[in-house]
């Protein structure tokens, strides 16, 4: 699994959402997850 | 004015020549039309409300908002809500006005429900939780305080409600969703503003809702390296155990940043840029109240809300939210039936 923490935090709002019940916001979030884990990763500012 | 460019493509026998203006002349001359009706020129009230009131659905507005706006009286530069609405108010009373801003603000709220706007909300989502993490990284204690961390949470979470990085936002609301009283929030806000945190969209006019973007400020460099700290600290982001006389901002951030996992106390000290003395008392306090456990790492009880609200019971400041809220809502009728400048009442209490 990924050790990006923006996927994680993605991640565990979607946890979120589904605890909620808010199924409709929680794909929106797993979609976010999906999409940060599939971008070019970041390239440190300095670099 | 409709756009008569695609006139050509369904007539081939029109000489090449003519524009879709000519079309429009030559149209008004067949049919006797008038000029300003041929040429969209009239003013179809109705139509013009429920624009209004779908872009306010798509900032999160509810149907009570998007009535109240619809119903706002025009006084000195401020135009009236809805022209239709003053109208029908003159002519017809006030109910038959109110029914009609209800039902616009009902009609809005379906059409927003049925054909959401087309807008990339997870690309926003990302954004939002990657300048989240940001903010999560800085040590607010010695950074800005507390307190402006946790107007920034409020400004997170109605992004997040949102779907997008801009997003409008009252003072009153903020002060709402935050649980700051009005003073703190606009100081916080100004000082988020000052910093970079937030844009405040530079047309703006007086009396209307502020509108801010969320951003990285330029001062802060990521460096590809994130925190992993709060998540759930949305929920009791204005419990009223947070309020001044409880455990204030300091309290809330200092929540936040133990509810993922249990820190030491001088790792703690470390990120939240708090003296270990202060953080001392204040997790005696916490630990007395069954807000927090642990002795090498401290970390918040898993059912936080039932302590808060029994720790707000006993220090009175339980309903006080709830009593900002109503206040609130009479400020908004009061500005709603006289014109009344809120922010003098404010003031003056």
Redesign the interface.
């Known amino acids: 699994m990924t050790e990006d923490p923006i996927v994680v935090r993605l991640a565990a709002s979607f946890a979120e959402a589904v605890a909620e019940g808010d199924l409709e916001r929680a794909e929106q979030w797993a979609e976010a997850a999906w999409r940060r884990a599939h971008q070019p990763e970041e390239k440190p500012s300095h670099a | 004015m409709p756009s008569l460019c695609g006139v050509r493509r369904f007539s081939p026998g029109l000489p090449p020549a003519w524009s879709g203006a000519s079309l429009l002349r030559l149209g008004v001359q067949a049919t006797g039309l008038s000029s300003a009706s041929a040429g969209g020129q009239v003013t179809d009230y109705s139509r013009g409300d429920m624009s209004y009131a779908v872009r306010l659905a798509n900032r999160g507005y509810d149907v009570d908002m998007i009535f109240r706006a619809l119903a706002t009286k025009p006084s000195g530069r401020r135009d009236p809500g809805s022209l239709k609405y003053q109208r029908l108010m003159d002519t017809k009373g006030r109910d038959v006005a109110d029914a009609y801003a209800r039902q616009t603000a009902e009609k809005a709220i379906a059409f927003i429900a049925n054909s959401p706007r087309i807008i990339d909300?997870?690309?926003a989502?990302?954004r939002i939780?990657?300048i989240?993490?940001l903010a999560d990284a800085l040590p607010w204690g010695l950074y800005a305080g507390p307190g402006a961390r946790r107007a920034l949470e409020a400004a997170f979470s109605i992004a997040?409600r949102v779907?997008g990085l801009a997003f409008g936002l009252s003072l009153r609301e903020w002060s709402e969703t935050c649980g700051q009283d009005l003073r703190m929030t606009r100081t916080n806000r100004d000082l988020l503003v000052r910093l970079g945190w937030l844009l405040r969209n530079p047309d703006d006019r007086l009396g209307r809702t502020a509108r801010f973007r969320l951003r990285t400020p330029p001062h802060i460099?990521?460096?590809?390296r994130?925190?992993?700290a709060s998540?759930?600290a949305h929920a009791w982001l204005a419990h009223d155990a947070f309020r001044e006389e409880g455990l204030g901002n300091l309290g809330w951030y200092v929540l936040s940043l133990t509810d993922s996992r249990p820190l030491a106390l001088h790792e703690l000290s470390i990120r939240s840029g708090v003296d270990l003395a202060e953080l001392e008392d204040l997790i005696g306090i916490m630990t007395h109240a069954d807000l927090v456990v642990g002795d090498d790492q401290v970390g918040a009880v898993p059912d936080l809300t039932l302590a808060l609200d029994h720790f707000a019971q006993g220090r009175g400041t339980l309903g006080r939210g709830e009593a900002d809220r109503a206040q609130y809502q009479r400020d908004r009728e009061a500005f709603r039936a006289r014109g009344v400048n809120v922010r003098t009442l404010q003031e003056a209490r």
């Open positions: 909300r997870t690309d989502l990302v939780t990657e989240k993490a997040e779907g460099h990521s460096h590809g994130y925190e992993c998540y759930g």
